[in-house]
């Protein structure tokens, strides 16, 4: 009964930046953690940045440029991606990891946005 819902891609110009933002809601126990995931064409999708339990990992190619946050009240995660470049375009999806109880988790994804960078 989880739902990502995402919102706050565009058509950026190179060197701009973009803060896309999720959205968790629905039935959940606990959000371990809430990230973003992208899908570059002619790529699989990789991870670009992820905070669980107040650690936060980035991509080599974005860390320094891209920076998330997450408020745990809300159950949101945006991103906030400055110095974009073209090869950051792709489809951006939402992720979180939730636990239920003591023997069970799994992750959920939103339906993505798409990021288009324009030199």
């Known amino acids: 009964q989880v739902q990502l819902v995402e919102s706050g891609g565009g058509l950026p110009q190179a060197g701009g930046s973009l803060r896309p933002s999720c959205t968790s809601s629905?039935?959940?126990?606990?959000?371990?953690?809430m990230g973003w995931y992208r899908q570059v064409p002619g790529k699989q999708r990789e991870l670009t940045a992820m905070?669980?339990?107040?650690?936060?990992a980035y991509a080599d190619s974005v860390k320094g440029r891209f920076t998330i946050s997450r408020d745990y009240a809300k159950n949101t995660v945006d991103l906030q991606m400055n110095s974009l470049r073209p090869e950051d375009t792709g489809v951006y999806f939402c992720?979180?990891?939730?636990?239920?109880?003591?023997?069970?988790?799994?992750?959920?994804w939103g339906q993505g946005i798409q990021v288009t960078v324009s030199s």
């Open positions: 992720t979180a990891l939730v636990g239920y109880g003591s023997f069970r988790a799994r992750d959920y």
């Open positions: 629905g039935g959940v126990f606990a959000t371990i953690g």
């Open positions: 905070e669980e339990s107040g650690e936060v």
